[in-house]
């Protein structure tokens, strides 16, 4: 399929591109060219690209503009991050882009570190896009609280780290209670042989994006830092 050139040739939500008309957002980045006209029409996706190029917006423009045609109105979004960090900025971004849509587009961020309380009467209210960490989530579930039969369309974000973190059985808990009949979308800077595995057991004849060379550095463009911690300062 050819790549996208503009933001504009999409048959986006209108109020999710005059979002991205005024923040200045009109040149996609290659990921984001390649990846997301094929999410669009429902394929599976993997999509190989570095840390930094845009694989946030790669997925959560055709998931909001999946939901808002859908004629299921409890069709769930559910979008896995490796922490907490990432859940809460993918949650941020998603919340820019529906900022002007009507109904029930307020993400449900499902993380740990914060009380569960919260997170059990959000799951309550049956939300139409989820972003969770895999742990937390897990626990959701063993307690009856996450009920994940309505989810339709399924994200894999930075889905190497969650394996570098030892998420791996509670990935693989995770997908075994979901619908077998929904998209995925699987996102990753490198694809190691257990990212090779989990895409050929869940996921549907992917169609698989690759930019850059090597996917084993992160890009430029990122600063990386690492700060010493004292044992006081960590938390759960």
């Not at 190989?48 to 045609?69: E, H, M, N, S, V």
């Not at 979901?178 to 989990?198: G, K, V, W, Y």
Request: aromatic fraction near 4%.
């Amino acid at each position: 399929m050819q790549a996208m050139s503009d933001f504009s040739s999409l048959s986006l939500p209108a109020a999710v591109k005059t979002v991205l008309e005024s923040q200045g957002i009109t040149v996609p980045s290659p990921i984001q060219a390649q990846a997301i006209p094929v999410a669009m029409q429902g394929k599976d996706v993997i999509g190989l690209a570095q840390t930094g190029t845009g694989k946030t917006l790669a997925f959560c423009l055709p998931l909001i503009t999946a939901l808002d045609k859908a004629e299921n109105k409890d069709a769930t979004a559910l979008i896995l991050a490796p922490t907490r960090e990432i859940a809460i900025q993918v949650t941020e971004v998603i919340k820019k882009l529906t900022a002007e849509m009507k109904g029930r587009w307020a993400p449900l961020l499902v993380i740990g570190g914060v009380g569960m309380q919260p997170q059990i009467d959000g799951l309550a209210k049956k939300p139409r896009l989820i972003v969770a960490a895999a742990g937390r989530l897990v626990d959701h579930m063993r307690e009856g609280v996450a009920k994940l039969d309505h989810v339709t369309f399924l994200v894999l974000d930075e889905a190497d780290r969650m394996l570098d973190m030892g998420f791996a059985p509670q990935l693989n808990e995770i997908l075994r209670g979901l619908p077998s009949e929904r998209q995925t979308m699987l996102f990753s800077a490198t694809f190691p042989r257990e990212i090779s595995d989990i895409a050929s057991k869940y996921l549907r004849n992917p169609e698989r994006i690759e930019v850059g060379a090597g996917h084993s550095k992160v890009i430029d463009t990122v600063t990386q830092v690492v700060k010493e911690m004292k044992e006081d300062d960590k938390f759960n």
